[in-house]
């Protein structure tokens, strides 16, 4: 079973910005896609960000389009989001996901595609 682990949560005010990190217990640079979700109290979970194989543009949620960036190291097995210029309705618990052996992933992540998850890192955002 692999493990993910999320960290870099935090609680921060409206404009700041934070790094998550993902760190994944087998090589990364096979995986399918990697993806972060966010599931923020009565709310399903949301995909915001993927990546994917075969070197395709990530893709993001409208909500946070020019504001997030996933990105990977191969290197460290890790995977990351950059949250810039945070605003209160990014408060959520923030979920790791990964694939291995899809042939393709959705543009959207969708969580059923998703087999391998963290269990979460929170991020509270205040006025």
């Known amino acids: 079973q692999v493990q993910l682990m999320e960290t870099g949560g935090d609680s921060v005010q409206a404009g700041g910005s934070l790094r998550l990190s993902c760190a994944a217990s087998?090589?990364?640079?096979?995986?399918?896609?990697m993806a972060w979700f966010r599931q923020a109290p009565g709310k399903e979970r949301e995909g915001v960000a993927a990546m994917y194989t075969g070197g395709y543009v990530p893709s993001y949620a409208d909500s946070v389009k020019g504001r997030f960036t996933i990105s990977q190291d191969n290197a460290k097995n890790t995977v990351y989001l950059e949250i810039n210029k945070l605003i209160l309705e990014d408060t959520a618990m923030y979920y790791c996901?990964?694939?291995?052996?899809?042939?393709?992933?959705?543009?959207?992540?969708?969580?059923?595609?998703?087999?391998?998850w963290g269990r979460g890192t929170q991020v509270t955002v205040s006025s």
């Open positions: 087998r090589d990364i640079v096979d995986a399918s896609c």
């Open positions: 996901a990964i694939a291995w052996g899809r042939p393709w992933c959705s543009r959207t992540p969708l969580t059923f595609e998703y087999t391998n």
